[in-house]
């Protein structure tokens, strides 16, 4: 599983591969700590948030198959 936390500070592009083979191309814009989720909404697990020309997306980390930081 990835640790969406190395990629905290990360300002370039990335592309994130879900584990359905879905490619999102954007920056980070937020990680949320399961701890910070409300009670009763989120993925109840880390996860993190691109926003990308599919929109603002947010992925719990088991979904994520890989993160590339895009020059």
């Known amino acids: 599983?990835?640790?969406i936390w190395d990629y905290q500070d990360v300002e370039r592009k990335v592309k994130i591969t879900d584990v359905d083979g879905q490619e999102f191309i954007g920056y980070?814009?937020?990680l949320v700590d399961v701890g910070e989720e409300?009670?009763?909404e989120g993925f109840g697990e880390?996860?993190?948030?691109?926003d990308c020309q599919?929109?603002?997306?947010?992925?719990?980390?088991?979904?994520?198959?890989?993160?590339e930081i895009l020059v």
């Open 1 to 3: 599983m990835i640790n």
């Open 54 to 67: 599919k929109g603002y997306i947010g992925i719990p980390q088991s979904k994520i198959k890989s993160i």
């Open 46 to 50: 880390d996860s993190i948030s691109i």
């Open 38 to 40: 409300a009670e009763g």
């Open 28 to 30: 980070i814009s937020d």
